[in-house]
C-alpha cells in the first residue's frame, strides 16, 4: 500500500473510469473547493483533503444508495490508493455511521465515523453541498429531520459546531 497521494488529475481520470457521472465529477469539484477552504483554517494537510474531497463519491459509479460510501472504499482499495484516502470515503456518510446505524442499513457491521480532521472536513463539506450549491447548515439539518433521520441531524450540527470552533468561524459565512 503506498502512502503517495494521487494526483488532482489522477482522481478525476479515476471518477471517470470507474463510471462516476459528469454531475457527480462537478459535485466532487464543489466539495474540494469548500473543503480546501475550511481545511486552510487549520493545520488539516490540504492535500489529502483535497484529494479526498475530489474523490469521495467513487463509489456512485457503482451505486447511489447509502453503500456508495463503503462501495467506494473497496474500490479504492483494489485501485491501491493510500490508507488515508480510503478512510475518508469509507467514513463520509452525513457525520458518519455508527456499528448499530451501519447494521440496520445492511453495511458490515463496524463504525463508519470520521476521526481525523481530514476525514471530518471532506465528511461536512459534502454535508453542505447540496448538488454544487453551499446551504446552511440548518437547511440540512432540517432535510435530515423531515426524512426522520434525527440521530444524523444531530450528529451533523454537532460536526458542523466542532469544525466551526477549529476554524474560529461559522462555516455558513463561508462563501
Ligand atoms: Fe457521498
Known sequence: M?????TRKDCLSLLKDTNCSENVIAHCKAVENL??????MTDANKELVSRGALIHDIGRGRTHGVKHAYEGAK??????LPDNIILIIER???????KDEAKSVGL????????????KIVAHADNLIDENE?????VVVKRFRKLGYNAAAD???????ELSKICKKDLDSIK
Open 108 to 119: 458490515p457491521a463496524k463504525d463508519y465515523i470520521p476521526i481525523t480532521l481530514e476525514e
Open 134 to 138: 453551499k446551504k446552511p447548515v440548518a
Open 35 to 40: 473543503a480546501i477552504k475550511i481545511a486552510k
Open 75 to 80: 474500490i479504492a482499495k483494489k485501485l491501491g
Open 155 to 161: 450528529k451533523i450540527l454537532a460536526l458542523h459546531k
Open 92 to 98: 463520509h456518510i452525513g457525520a458518519g455511521l455508527t
Open 2 to 6: 503506498t502512502e503517495v497521494l494521487p
